[in-house]
């Protein structure tokens, strides 16, 4: 039983370049939610995903965006990219009906330059 | 919002000995309580979690206690070990939410030196 697969596990862009980074949620969830993990920082709560549409919001701008498809993977985009973007990004997902536990990926190291 | 704090933001102990960390937060319609374990460079995991109908849960040398009525939360280890050396968050979540989004502190580094 795979856990939750991201994809790409580190990249390297420029300002004001756009990034998509990919989750695959743990079989049998429905739900995949994304953070973003500054070094020294707890996750902050971007946004949550299920049955294909945003339920869910954190304080981030609109530059974030993201998407869940049919077989409930997820994208995060990043758009305008600025050198604050750079973190650790954390895809993780649950059942919505067992509300509460989530299960993380290894997440994917962006880096502004 | 919720509003989630944890104290102390570092904790040094000797190997044996116990650690105790708190988690406070401000929706008081809370009514899950996980404490999560993210050594380094690697992915959070929930390590022990409580609901609100419960004072106390715990597994092995790990117990969560609950205050609702002071809204905080505390993660006990006792006999730490050098493996228990890691980064630990609380993360409540609200009844009140539409999803299941954990809001998570900022965190509390432990060091167990042998």
């Known amino acids: 039983d795979a856990g939750v697969t991201q994809s790409p596990t580190h990249l390297i862009k420029t300002r004001g370049q756009q990034v998509t980074l990919r989750c695959s949620p743990k079989?049998?969830?429905?739900?995949v939610s994304w953070y973003q993990q500054a070094l020294g920082q707890g996750p902050q709560f971007i946004f949550q995903?299920?049955?294909?549409?945003?339920?869910q919001r954190g304080n981030f701008p609109d530059r974030f965006s993201g998407h869940q498809f049919p077989n409930y993977s997820s994208e995060l985009n990043v758009n305008a990219l600025l050198l604050g973007d750079s973190a650790l990004y954390l895809c993780?997902?649950?059942?919505?009906?067992?509300?509460?536990?989530?299960?993380f990926g290894e997440g994917s190291r962006l880096t502004v330059l | 919002g919720e509003n989630v704090e944890q104290h102390p933001s570092t904790l040094s102990v000797q190997e044996g000995d116990s650690a105790v960390i708190k988690c406070t937060y401000s929706?008081?319609?809370?009514?899950?309580f996980p404490w999560y374990k993210q050594e380094l460079g690697k992915r959070p995991q929930l390590i022990i979690d409580?609901?609100?109908?419960?004072g106390e849960k715990k597994d092995q040398r790990i117990a969560v206690t609950l205050n609702k009525t002071a809204k905080h939360f505390s993660l006990h280890i006792t006999e730490t070990q050098p493996e228990d050396s890691a980064v630990y968050f609380c993360?409540?979540?609200?009844?009140?939410?539409?999803?299941?989004?954990?809001?998570f502190g900022k965190g509390t580094t432990l060091s167990v030196s042998s």
């Open positions: 409580i609901r609100s109908n419960v």
């Open positions: 993780a997902s649950s059942w919505t009906v067992n509300t509460g536990e989530l299960f």
């Open positions: 993360a409540p979540l609200g009844e009140d939410q539409a999803g299941t989004a954990l809001i």
């Open positions: 929706d008081s319609a809370s009514n899950y």
């Open positions: 079989s049998g969830h429905d739900t």
């Open positions: 995903y299920y049955e294909e549409e945003e339920r």
